[in-house]
């Protein structure tokens, strides 16, 4: 089975603060996204990566940026966390000729 | 842009029951996910479906492509608790470029 794993479940910081959120995939996928989802919003893409060190804007990249050092690892990185990226972030993997998603457990970002 | 509906957005049944939810686009899609989220997790992908027309089924579901790949949608027979949570379609775009997915209906199976 794919597992994608996801470093917290659940985090809260403070306004301002540099947070990091990784995403681990077992599956040897080529893509991988991070998402975020708010009520009434639905799920959102942040970014996307295809290959390592390779990264694509999604719909809503402001405020955030990403990095993939190898091609099982993707990070979030949210630079100065304000109280509006209060949210829960999805990660997920997928092999490179599919767009979706084997999804992660979530992580929920409460930022104070 | 393209942009998928889902309907209802709420739906409260008793156990047994049957239901059905819709998702609809103005858009051509290739392929089609259903997935299905419960509280505090990720969503878990159900079905893929590419073909127009195609039914496919997964023990008491039942999921269609609607035959010009603009709608699909799900019916659960016999609906039991352990089927509550947010039922979410997505799409992947007419050329695989991109990937939407549509609100979500929410499920309560009551017993």
């Known amino acids: 089975d794919v597992k994608v794993t996801q470093s917290s479940r659940y985090l809260v910081k403070r306004t301002g603060e540099k947070v990091f959120l990784e995403c681990v995939q077992d599956?040897?996928?080529?893509?991988m996204f991070w998402y975020r989802q708010d009520p009434g919003l639905g799920l959102r893409l942040i970014y996307f990566?295809?290959?390592?060190?390779?990264?694509e804007k999604g719909d809503i990249p402001e405020g955030y940026s990403v990095s993939r050092e190898k091609k099982e690892r993707f990070s979030l990185i949210l630079e100065s966390a304000s109280t509006n990226q209060t949210s829960m972030y999805l990660c997920?993997?997928?092999?490179?000729?599919?767009?979706?998603?084997?999804f992660g457990p979530g992580t929920r970002l409460t930022v104070l | 842009t393209q942009l998928l509906e889902q309907s209802p957005q709420f739906l409260s049944i008793q156990e047994g029951e049957n239901l059905t939810v819709y998702c609809n686009s103005s858009?051509?899609?290739?392929?089609l996910q259903w997935y299905r989220q419960e509280p505090g997790e990720g969503p878990v992908l159900l079905v893929t479906?590419?073909?127009?027309?195609e039914v496919k089924k997964l023990k008491r579901l039942t999921f269609q492509f609607g035959d010009a790949r603009k709608d699909s949608s799900l019916h659960i027979t016999a609906a039991q608790p352990g089927d509550t949570g947010l039922y979410l379609c997505?799409?992947?775009?007419?050329?695989?470029?991109?990937?939407?997915f549509g609100p979500g209906t929410r499920l309560s199976v009551l017993p």
């Open positions: 997920a993997s997928s092999p490179l000729s599919v767009l979706w998603g084997y």
């Open positions: 599956m040897d996928h080529e893509n």
């Open positions: 990566s295809y290959d390592v060190k390779m990264k």
């Open positions: 858009s051509v899609f290739s392929s």
């Open positions: 479906v590419v073909t127009g027309g």
């Open positions: 997505a799409g992947v775009g007419g050329y695989g470029q991109n990937f939407v």
